[in-house]
């Protein structure tokens, strides 16, 4: 413990370890906190958008970095950070076993989680029926009657890919129009699998063990086995606030144009950060990484940190 | 040691075995089986007494949609043959552990 990194990266996603891979290229002493395989790229099935891979599972993507951290031999210990306490000129940060980690700089890149219903029983359904994740889970709801909860891109394209196997997607969103893009919407107009239900809320789960129908808002009640959540994503803020660092209305961290947090000594990068509609992808996330890896070098330079 | 599971095998070595047997439920395309997978391992060598195998749910279809696999990884927990307990996703070592130990005393 008695070891000070110059930074500790929270979240092995691909904005904290592009961090890495930065902060090791600036000879600062570097360790990373986080689970990379608990990324949400691993929920992408296929990435067709990084420069580099025509075509990528998530899941082998975030390998890749994994593997280009560890060349620059920078530390990554797969563990959460439950608490990070402001010292006079340090950081001293907590894992999940209670490892101590002393550190002069933070880059947060904790990323986000989806969001729930936020209904009774909710939890007692997941992985029996409810799920937030369609690349994980669609292929186990082949033949069945399945509805998505959302109304985005991303709920629409789970029910595309629901639709090529199960028996039939209703999906249920609160407007009274689906707010994906019109090409997307086409699609979902055009295929007779889908019924979209409009100006409702899920309201209960019904099932004992299994889920089997729910109740919408709208009073009417559908029997369905699979509910697939698609209604945006949670920052992970926890820690950002326990250290006093500036949110958005929205939830994300604010930083400035390099990646600095209100809080000296403090960085921010990835999918946690920015404004509401900013772009958030691999590309862009790993390039905040960069970014705030250059600033804790500057600063360290310039004596601030 | 884990052993793994094919209609081949089913029968022999879930169904028709006698005392405790766990499955895991995995796919290789599924992140967190992959974290999950050597704690399973692991445990397999300290938990001499049960069991342990695994089921690969992308070749073995039927299986999975027998024993109502809807997310994975998911561990089933057999005593002869008949599943006892089931756990979703992945969890530390020790706390899978104590879970199995629980169903088991539950099952006495
Ligand atoms: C279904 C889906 C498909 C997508 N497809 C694409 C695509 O095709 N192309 C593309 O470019 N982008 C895609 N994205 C977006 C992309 O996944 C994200 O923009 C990107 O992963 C953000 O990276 P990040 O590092 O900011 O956060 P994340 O990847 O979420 O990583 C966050 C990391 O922080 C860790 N963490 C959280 N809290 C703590 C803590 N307290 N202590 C330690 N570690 C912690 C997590 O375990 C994880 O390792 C997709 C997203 C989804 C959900």
């Not at chain 1, 880059?107 to 729930?116: D, M, W």
């Not at chain 2, 599924?30 to 391992?41: D, G, K, L, N, Q």
Request: overall charge positive; glycine content about 6%.
């Amino acid at each position: 413990m008695n070891k000070e990194y110059d930074c500790l990266i929270i979240g092995a996603g691909p904005a904290g370890l592009s961090a890495g891979i930065y902060a090791a290229r600036y000879s600062l002493k570097t360790i990373i906190a986080g689970i990379p395989l608990q990324s949400i790229i691993t929920h992408a099935w296929k990435v067709e958008n990084y420069p580099g891979f025509k075509e990528i599972s998530g899941m082998d993507l975030i390998n890749k970095f994994v593997e280009h951290v560890k060349h620059f031999e920078v530390p990554i210990i797969e563990e959460q950070i439950v608490n990070v306490e402001k010292k006079e000129n340090h950081f001293l940060a907590t894992t999940s076993t209670n490892k101590k980690i002393k550190a002069r700089t933070i880059i947060l890149a904790t990323g986000s989680t989806s969001r729930k219903l936020n209904i009774a029983n909710e939890d007692d359904f997941i992985g029996k029926g409810v799920s937030y994740c369609a690349t994980c889970d669609a292929m186990f709801f082949k033949d069945k009657i399945v509805a998505v909860v959302g109304g985005s891109d991303s709920a629409v394209m789970t029910s595309m890919l629901l639709a090529q196997k199960s028996k039939k997607v209703y999906i249920i969103y609160r407007r009274d129009k689906l707010r994906a893009k019109p090409m997307m919407v086409n699609k979902v107009m055009k295929n007779n699998k889908i019924e979209v239900i409009y100006n409702a809320e899920v309201k209960k789960l019904i099932g004992d063990d299994f889920l089997k129908g729910i109740e919408l808002s709208n009073g009417r009640k559908l029997s369905v086995e699979g509910l697939f959540v698609e209604i945006g994503h949670v920052p992970n803020t926890i820690i950002a606030k326990s250290l006093r660092v500036k949110t958005s209305e929205h939830g994300f961290i604010i930083v400035d144009e390099n990646m600095r947090t209100n809080v000296k000594g403090v960085y921010a990068a990835g999918d946690i950060c920015g404004s509401k509609n900013k772009l958030r992808q691999v590309i862009t996330a790993a390039s905040e990484g960069a970014i705030a890896a250059r600033s804790v070098y500057e600063d360290k330079e310039n004596e601030v940190v | 040691m884990v052993v793994t599971i094919t209609s081949n095998n089913y029968e022999k070595e879930i169904i028709n075995h006698k005392g405790y047997v766990i499955i895991d439920y995995w796919a290789s395309w599924c992140a967190p089986c992959r974290m999950a997978s050597p704690i399973f391992e692991e445990l397999s060598e300290e938990m001499k007494e049960i069991k342990f195998a695994k089921l690969n749910v992308d070749e073995e279809r039927l299986i999975a949609q027998a024993n109502k696999i809807n997310s994975i990884p998911t561990f089933i927990l057999f005593k002869n043959g008949i599943e006892i307990a089931r756990f979703l996703g992945v969890m530390p070592k020790e706390v899978m552990k104590q879970k199995i130990m629980e169903a088991i005393k539950r099952n006495e």
